[in-house]
């Protein structure tokens, strides 16, 4: 179980293989101009917010890194960087168009020297579980779209589209509930 608290969760900014459109997985693609861009909208919005987050909890690959540093230009949080919070691990499927990958992935397939779905979602869970452990407080997560997929299953709230630095605001309701807030620039 996740612990009971509210957190931010946010997909990095436009990376070079999402402007391609191939699957990266963990292969590290940095960020593109427009991905610096949405990173500093994302802090934008985050100032605007009043309850933030205390600290900053981001995956070992640099487009979440880099996303994360650039929100936290004007907040100075601490930074912690959890490995499990990685894309998953698409094997020989890294590099491909994605449009491919992702019926590949619909279908159930597991990619040759990758992470099976239920491998890749078990440990999304553990790294979001670490992350809200990590310390007292609300946290930002700043991760990537499997991450989100495997969360939003896991918390039973459907399907979502992670666009790039899309802002979820995530509260506990009532003993086993939780809802979602998106917030988007004005």
């Known amino acids: 179980m996740l612990p009971r608290k509210r957190f931010f969760l946010i997909r990095h900014g436009e990376s070079e293989a999402n402007l391609q459109g191939i699957a990266s997985g963990h292969v590290d693609t940095p960020l ?16 605007c917010i009043a309850d933030k987050p205390i600290y900053i909890v981001h995956s070992a690959l640099s487009r979440a890194r880099d996303t994360a540093t650039i929100i936290n230009t004007d907040m100075g949080l601490p930074m912690h960087e959890i490995a499990s919070l990685n894309e998953r691990h698409f094997g020989d499927w890294q590099g491909l168009p994605w449009k ?86 004005a």
């Open 100 to 185: 491919d990958v992702r019926q590949w992935r619909d279908e159930g397939q597991t990619p040759q020297n990758g992470e099976s779905r239920d491998d890749f979602y078990a440990r999304a869970h553990a790294g979001t579980k670490a992350a809200l452990a990590h310390r007292d407080g609300t946290a930002l997560i700043v991760t990537h779209g499997g991450v989100f997929n495997a969360l939003w299953e896991y918390l039973n709230m459907g399907k979502v589209s992670a666009h790039n630095c899309a802002l979820y605001e995530i509260s506990p309701q009532g003993e086993t509930g939780w809802i979602f807030t998106l917030h988007e620039a």
């Open 32 to 47: 593109t101009a427009q991905g610096r861009l949405q990173a500093e909208t994302a802090r934008n919005i985050l100032k």
